[in-house]
């Protein structure tokens, strides 16, 4: 977590992002099912330059806190 600077302007930006499955559906069952979630969920962030900060997986959706990354 960092602050950004513009050349007028300081900011800390989070976006809180809740993923839901169609229909509510419970398919993230097992414990391995949620992690394998997890770490997809990071490769994509990290793909796109975003910082999560938080991630949590439950049945049947999952929540994120992220932000763009500091250069």
Same mark, same amino acid.
């Given at each position: 977590?960092? @602050?950004?600077?513009?050349?007028?302007?300081?900011?800390?930006?989070?976006?809180?992002?809740a993923?839901?499955?169609?229909?509510?559906?419970?398919?993230?069952?097992?414990?391995?099912?949620?992690?394998?979630?997890?770490?997809?969920?990071?490769?994509?962030?990290?793909?796109?330059?975003?910082? @999560?900060?938080?991630?949590?997986?439950?049945?049947?959706?999952?929540?994120?806190?992220?932000?763009?990354?500091?250069?």
């Open positions: 977590m960092s @602050i950004k600077r513009t050349n007028h302007a300081r900011y800390e930006l989070w976006y809180h992002v993923w839901c499955t169609k229909y509510r559906k419970h398919i993230f069952k097992t414990k391995e099912i949620k992690s394998a979630v997890a770490r997809l969920l990071r490769k994509i962030a990290e793909k796109y330059d975003l910082e @999560i900060e938080q991630v949590e997986v439950l049945s049947d959706h999952a929540h994120l806190l992220l932000s763009e990354e500091s250069n």
